[in-house]
T-cell receptor, first 109, second 116 residues
Framework: RKEVEQDPGPFNVPEGATVAFNCTYSNSASQSFFWYRQDCRKEPKLLMSVYSSGNEDGRFTAQLNRASQYISLLIRDSKLSDSATYLCVVTNTGNQFYFGTGTSLTVIP | EPEVTQTPSHQVTQMGQEVILRCVPISNHLYFYWYRQILGQKVEFLVSFYNNEISEKSEIFDDQFSVERPDGSNFTLKIRSTKLEDSAMYFC??????????????FGPGTRLTVT
């Protein structure tokens, strides 16, 4: 069973749309959760950590549901620059990190 | 803004040769990591390093791999005898601990390793 699973997409949305991604994780002992974005052939860049109470950073909102073992990312008012692959990352101990395969987003003019 | 740097950006080597990939983590960070990403696939954890020793390693990180922090700034990944399947992008990352942002990792731009 994969540690982290994501819908690979692709998601193609018009500018200004709201889009949501989900990610499930298999280990109930997982401690920390993150969303990263990765542009083509570039390094992953931290988008936001995901806290138990949920957190928001501008147009981005992340939520954690421990009971169902999933995390979500909501992007409001999509911009062309949001086009990227969004990676869900989970760690149990802080020493080993598990990446999802990523969800591809294309924002269309 | 401080950043992780990696050299070289691209390394081409012949099968069976040894390669050393270099990274300079962010200066006040305490945890260091190596990942690889085969083209079109997900990012895979290789190893984490803390306090001058390996904290955890994945199944990928076999005896052909080793890591070292030879001085106060560099962090290296050595592959002793490269195979064709080692061709991938190798990312170094570092993180701070002891804050509410614990374990947020910052990645370097990667070294593309091509084994021929």
């Amino acid at each position: 069973r994969k540690e982290v699973e994501q819908d690979p997409g692709p998601f193609n949305v018009p500018e200004g749309a709201t889009v949501a991604f989900n990610c499930t994780y298999s280990n109930s002992a997982s401690q920390s959760f993150f969303w990263y974005r990765q542009d083509c052939r570039k390094e992953p860049k931290l988008l936001m950590s995901v806290y138990s109470s949920g957190n928001e950073d501008g147009r981005f909102t992340a939520q954690l549901n421990r009971a169902s073992q999933y995390i979500s990312l909501l992007i409001r008012d999509s911009k062309l620059s949001d086009s990227a692959t969004y990676l869900c990352v989970v760690t149990n101990t802080g020493n080993q990190f598990y990446f999802g395969t990523g969800t591809s987003l294309t924002v269309i003019p | 803004e401080p950043e992780v740097t990696q050299t070289p950006s691209h390394q081409v080597t012949q099968m069976g040769q040894e390669v050393i990939l270099r990274c300079v983590p962010i200066s006040n960070h305490l945890y260091f990591y190596w990942y690889r990403q085969i083209l079109g696939q997900k990012v895979e954890f290789l190893v984490s390093f803390y306090n001058n020793e390996i904290s955890e390693k994945s199944e990928i990180f076999d005896d052909q791999f080793s890591v070292e922090r030879p001085d106060g700034s560099n962090f290296t990944l050595k592959i002793r005898s490269t195979k064709l399947e080692d061709s991938a992008m190798y990312f170094c990352a570092s993180s701070d601990i002891g804050t509410i942002f614990s374990y947020e990792q910052y990645f370097g731009p990667g070294t593309r390793l091509t084994v021929t």
